[in-house]
């Protein structure tokens, strides 16, 4: 395979071959090339989209560190060190943070962060079959688009989705908060997006403390939101669960937790 080969199906796929046999075996050159081209492209696309780049919170940690107190603190107790970790763990893509740099990151991370992007500024996919994402977990971080701050009149907290994800991907020792291989949270596979959902729609449905009748019109299952079209989803148990936070507010984020199966957190 050439390289113009190599190089036209990781842009169609988000695949390559490790051995880098397009650049003799020199697997720093192939990755650089790929990642050269892969930002020309998304630099490009970025010109002549319809809609404008956009860029993230001037302090994105203390932004970030506001949406997501309420889950750490609803499952850990008031932990302000926990909370900052996790928010260092957020990052927010834009274009320019893209082009400029990244490079660090595996060759299929960067192909699905460029997809993000160019969805995000309404420009063709690399793929018809890249998948569409608001955001996504990889390499200990979570990567979300600007968009994610947007004031929302819904249930769609794509931040605090991720950082749900985080806390059953991440061990307490990689966010310092313990010297031990554990997890944050220990969630089943099979429940984690049921999971992540939970917790998206009930930080929105709390926000400001609302009255009781507001709170439940705001959990009604027809404003679910994201998780409606997401088939990883066990609605019925994503029902339940948010129904049961409802009828003890105070107790919420510890009934979504047993709800999806996750003990106790371990002591911090």
């Given at each position: 395979?050439s390289?113009?080969?190599s190089?036209?199906?990781?842009?169609?796929?988000?695949?390559h071959?490790p051995?880098?046999?397009?650049?003799?075996g020199d697997?720093?050159?192939?990755?650089?090339?790929?990642?050269?081209?892969?930002?020309?492209?998304v630099?490009?696309?970025?010109?002549?989209?319809p809609?404008?780049?956009?860029?993230?919170?001037a302090r994105?940690?203390e932004a970030v560190s506001?949406r997501?107190?309420?889950?750490?603190?609803?499952?850990f107790?008031?932990?302000?060190?926990?909370?900052?970790?996790?928010?260092?763990?957020?990052?927010?893509?834009?274009?320019?943070?893209?082009?400029?740099?990244l490079?660090d990151l595996?060759l299929?991370?960067?192909w699905?962060?460029?997809?993000?992007?160019l969805?995000?500024?309404?420009a063709?996919?690399l793929s018809?079959d890249?998948p569409?994402?608001?955001?996504?977990?990889?390499?200990g971080r979570?990567?979300?688009?600007?968009?994610?701050?947007?004031?929302?009149?819904?249930p769609t907290d794509?931040v605090?989705h991720e950082?749900a994800?985080?806390?059953?991907?991440l061990?307490?020792g990689?966010?310092?908060?313990?010297?031990?291989?554990?997890?944050?949270?220990?969630?089943?596979?099979?429940?984690?997006?049921?999971?992540?959902?939970?917790?998206?729609?009930?930080?929105?449905?709390?926000?400001d403390?609302?009255?009781?009748?507001?709170?439940?019109?705001?959990?009604?299952?027809?404003e679910?939101?994201?998780?409606?079209t997401?088939?990883?989803?066990?609605a019925p148990?994503?029902?339940?669960i948010l129904a049961?936070?409802?009828?003890?507010?105070?107790?919420?984020?510890?009934?979504?937790?047993?709800?999806v199966?996750a003990?106790?957190?371990?002591?911090l």
């Amino acid at each position: 395979m050439s390289k113009s080969d190599s190089v036209e199906r990781f842009l169609a796929t988000g695949e390559h071959d490790p051995a880098f046999p397009s650049w003799g075996g020199d697997a720093a050159a192939g990755a650089a090339s790929l990642a050269r081209v892969l930002r020309r492209v998304v630099r490009w696309r970025a010109k002549g989209a319809p809609l404008p780049a956009r860029s993230g919170p001037a302090r994105p940690i203390e932004a970030v560190s506001a949406r997501i107190a309420p889950l750490v603190t609803g499952l850990f107790g008031d932990r302000p060190a926990l909370t900052r970790a996790l928010a260092d763990r957020v990052q927010v893509v834009t274009v320019s943070r893209f082009v400029e740099g990244l490079e660090d990151l595996p060759l299929e991370v960067q192909w699905t962060l460029a997809n993000l992007l160019l969805d995000d500024l309404g420009a063709p996919p690399l793929s018809d079959d890249a998948p569409q994402l608001d955001g996504f977990c990889a390499e200990g971080r979570a990567w979300v688009l600007p968009r994610a701050f947007d004031p929302s009149g819904g249930p769609t907290d794509v931040v605090v989705h991720e950082v749900a994800h985080l806390l059953h991907e991440l061990t307490r020792g990689e966010l310092a908060a313990a010297p031990a291989d554990a997890p944050l949270l220990a969630v089943p596979a099979n429940q984690r997006e049921t999971w992540a959902y939970a917790c998206e729609v009930w930080a929105w449905a709390t926000r400001d403390q609302p009255e009781a009748d507001v709170l439940a019109q705001r959990i009604a299952p027809s404003e679910h939101g994201r998780a409606h079209t997401d088939a990883r989803v066990d609605a019925p148990l994503l029902h339940q669960i948010l129904a049961a936070a409802v009828a003890a507010p105070e107790q919420g984020w510890a009934l979504l937790r047993a709800g999806v199966g996750a003990p106790d957190p371990l002591p911090l």
